[in-house]
Each structure stands twice: as C-alpha cells, then as structure tokens.
C-alpha cells in the first residue's frame, strides 16, 4: 500500500524550481525565479493581473515552453528534459480544460468525449460507451450525447469539455480561465463543476484565473504572481488578509463590483 501511496503521489505532483523565462532576446523577463510546489490531490488557483505570467507559467507545465533556467518537473520527470514522443506520451498525466472548451464543431457530445479514447487507445466500442457515459454522469449530463456543440448552452459545452479532460483518467488537472467571458449563471455552473471534480476525483487540479469570488469559494490553496513572481502562497482566508498592495487591489476591485450591484 505504501508502494502505491508514493506512486500515485508522484504521478501527480507539480512543481517549479526558481523557472526564469524571457522572450525578444531578454529584453522581455515574464519569469522572474517562480518556486511553487502544488499539493498533490488538491485545488490550487494560481491569480494574477493580465500579463503576470500566469499563462507562461502554464505553457511551462505542459512542457510547451522551456525555461531559460530552473527545473519543471511533472509527475517526476523534468519536462525540459523530454522531447518528441517521451514529452507527447508524459502529456497523458494531463486533462486539460480550455476557455472555450474547444470542443469540436462537428462531432456530437459523445465523439468529442469518445475521441481522446479513439486516438489514444484501443478500446472497444463498448468500452468506450461505457467511460463516455460515466464521465458525463459524474458531470451532471445524462442524455443529450447527441446534440452538436452549437445546440448546447455554455455551461453544457464546459461540462462536455470536462468530460473529455477526465476521460483518459489523468492525475493532473488544468483549468485555463474557465470563468472568463461568462455571465453569472454560467459561471456558477462552472464553479460547481470544479467543485464536483474536486470532491468526486481528487486529483492535483490547477486553475489559471483572474476570478476571486471563485478562489475564495473552491480552492484548498492560491497562489498570486505579480510581475513574474509568487509574492503570495496560503489559504483563502490568508489571502484576503495579505498586505501585498497587488493582491488588495484586486480585492477591492472585486469589492467595488460587488457592492454595485447590490440593492
């Protein structure tokens, strides 16, 4: 048991040594000594102004970008370490929910959740039927698998895109701004989808975000990065508390919108 208790840790752990990244010859520093060692298991929202490095950062994870200097390693391998097929296989660690959900235009709910299967396993039909249904069950969609990504609602279409990061059961799970652009009611579908993966999954679950209310309500920890630093690292009720003059901005700022809109 304790055998698998080191491997399961391992397969998804995330972590950052001192990753420095610069873009036009230097003159561009985005990562300036990024140190963060996300907890296995739990929901991690990483905040931060546009331009902060958030994404950067998590091009860095995916082993899309490499660091000038410092060590990312995933799942116990160093990502800059890995090329060709090595990094496309170590990507398998991943599911991946995008902005947009990138769902294809074309293909019904059930072949968008169905494809990562086909393309990567050899499953059969019936296998396939059987994770597909489970995936969407455990995200709150039972029917519908054939409709078209255009005949869904927002929140339906980042229900299917979850569904389709979860299929191939990964230890890591990324969110890339997954409240962004949506109105109110959409976004609290999403926030009770994260929740729901948290509780059912509990898988190392990393969220790229400028949404506060939503950090506040779902995260096990948050991390802030000003100016291509982690200038804040703890809990939520810790980061309310913070000093750093960035992170009360963005408290204030979220403040004043609020009390706007109360009667």
């Known amino acids: 048991m304790a055998e698998f208790a080191s491997e399961h840790l391992e397969k998804g752990s995330v972590r950052l040594v001192d990753v420095k990244k610069s873009f036009r010859g230097g003159r561009d520093q985005v990562l300036k000594g990024v140190s963060i060692d996300f907890p296995v298991g739990k929901l991690t929202y990483l905040l931060g102004s546009s331009g902060a490095g958030k994404s950067v950062l998590l091009k860095h994870i995916l082993g899309l970008l490499r660091p000038d200097s410092g060590e990312v390693w995933v799942a116990g391998k160093d990502m800059a370490s890995l090329t060709g097929r090595k990094l496309a296989h170590h990507r398998m660690v991943f599911g991946m929910l995008f902005q947009n959900a990138a769902l294809f235009d074309d293909m019904t709910v059930f072949e968008n959740v169905a494809f990562p299967l086909r393309e990567h396993t050899n499953m059969s039909e019936d296998e396939i039927r059987e994770k597909v249904s489970k995936s969407l069950s455990i995200l709150g969609m039972t029917s519908g698998y054939d409709k078209l990504p255009n005949e869904l609602s927002g929140g339906m279409r980042k229900r ?94 979220e403040r004043r919108i609020a009390s706007a809109f109360q009667v």
């Open 160 to 253: 299917v895109g979850l569904a389709r990061a979860i299929i191939r059961e990964p230890s890591i799970l990324l969110y890339d701004e997954p409240t962004t652009g949506l109105d109110p009611v959409t976004r609290t579908t999403v926030d009770e989808l994260i929740a729901t993966l948290k509780q059912e999954l509990k898988l190392t679950s990393i969220v790229i975000s400028h949404d506060i209310p939503s950090a506040l309500l779902l995260a096990d920890q948050i991390a802030f990065l000003h100016q291509g630093k982690i200038v804040f690292w703890g809990n939520a009720a810790d980061f309310q508390k913070a000093d750093h003059a960035s992170i009360q901005g963005f408290l204030a700022a």
